[in-house]
């Protein structure tokens, strides 16, 4: 593996005549509907960098959406992948298995919440995942209701693009939509009509009430919830709602499933965003950091729950293929040698405090939030939440130019998120923030 140096450098304007070169091409080749954040064709990434077919080197934090926090081609990933990639590809775990799979499913077991017997099932992308924890719910409790939030994201298939709460671009005209799914209002503190301090409470009351209401507690399969929210603008609920839903749950014999699919994995500075409050999950979907960039994806349970279905109810060709299984015993190995998520939660300690900085000096940053290296800065109007999605895609473009990939979320497109490589140097972590600051300061008059 050849890392590339581990700097910014701009030889070109972005995106550079190879990539708009290329940008033709796709445009005559590729659907529209896949976009693009950056328009720059990478050849090269790792570290804290991307390199490009100009020759430029930007500063990732986006880590292709929560994905490489390892990097982009961690030793031990790269050195297992290419070891498994020579003996066998493929064989299909429903056919004839392999001890990836099982070995995958061991450290699932062990590092998800909770020290219960469970058992996983592994698939190819997070959607995927999330079907299948209601699949597995719904057939464990014979129920068919399932609870998503507002603001939620868990995917793009049917089912999933009913549990994801925001319209464009995810919904729109897609429909329609699978049945039995109802949305709740979600804890999101800067949100909360009756204020951040009232918002674990009073958010825990409504849900369940509407809940009461509207579907009835026995006809509840499942409740979803990403424990921070991803795509639907980093939300963090406060502190009390989390533990609160999962007793409701427990009480009514409902499956709590968290979609861990964005916060998993060392992320937020612990193995899982659930482990934060100690809250432990029926049902844990998994997927985007899980193996160091190749597609794997699973649901991890309490084994009463998981093996309910009968053999043959749940699985997919590829679902845990080896290569993608041997990818994630070293982006695993990586996490626990390397101490990502002390990672993780020194990348917090270094950039929140430049965040609030920044947010005291430009009344337009509305909320800093997010844990360890899943952080962000939500923009209003100052002095109101009126979203100001505007100057997000301002201060977002800034930085693309700048050679700083960011990503933009939230339901009103108002959120910078700030999702780093775990193995990002602090030298290019400085540098990265650096440039959000210049952006705010050159963007916000
Ligand atoms: C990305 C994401 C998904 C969907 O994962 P895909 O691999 O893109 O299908 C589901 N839930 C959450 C919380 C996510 O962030």
Known sequence: MIMPEQRRRLVTEIPGP???????????????????????????AGGGVIVDADGNSLIDFGS????????????RVAARVTEQVSRFTHTCFMVTPYEGYVAVCEELAARTPGDHEKRSAL??????AVENAVKIARHATRRQAVVAFDHAYHGRTNLTMALTAKNMPYKDKFGPFAGEVYRMPMAYPLRWPGGPDACAAQALEVVKSL??????????????????????????????????????????GIVFIADEIQ??????????????????PDLVTTAKGIAGGLPLAAVTGRAGIMDSVHSGGLGG???????ACAAALGAIETMEAE???????????????RLHKLASAHPVIA???????????????????EPDPVTTSAVSAFCHRAGLVTLTCGTFGNVIRFLPPLVIGEDLLDEGLSIVEDAFASVVS
Do not use: K
Not at 64 to 69: K, L, M, P, Q, Y
């Open 18 to 44: 190879v990539s708009r070169e290329l940008l033709a091409r796709r445009a005559s080749a590729v659907a529209r509907g896949v976009s693009n954040m950056l328009p720059v064709f990478v050849t090269d």
């Open 64 to 75: 292709g959406i929560a994905v490489v926090s390892v990097g982009n081609a961690a030793p």
């Open 123 to 128: 698939f190819n992308s997070g959607a995927e």
């Open 211 to 252: 809940i009461h209401a509207q579907v009835g507690e026995d006809n509840v399969a499942a409740v979803i919830i990403e424990p921070i929210q991803g795509e639907g603008g980093f939300v963090v609920p406060p502190d009390g709602f989390l533990p609160g839903l999962a007793s409701f749950c427990r009480d009514n």
């Open 263 to 280: 916060t998993g994995f060392c992320r937020t500075g612990d193995w899982f965003a659930c482990d934060h409050e100690g809250v432990v």
């Open 317 to 323: 060709t590829y679902g845990g293929n080896p290569v």
């Open 339 to 353: 101490d990502l998520a002390g990672r993780a939660r020194r990348i917090g300690e270094i950039m929140l405090p």
């Open 367 to 385: 909320d800093v939030r997010g844990r360890g290296a899943m952080l962000a800065v939500e923009l209003c109007r100052p002095g109101t939440l």
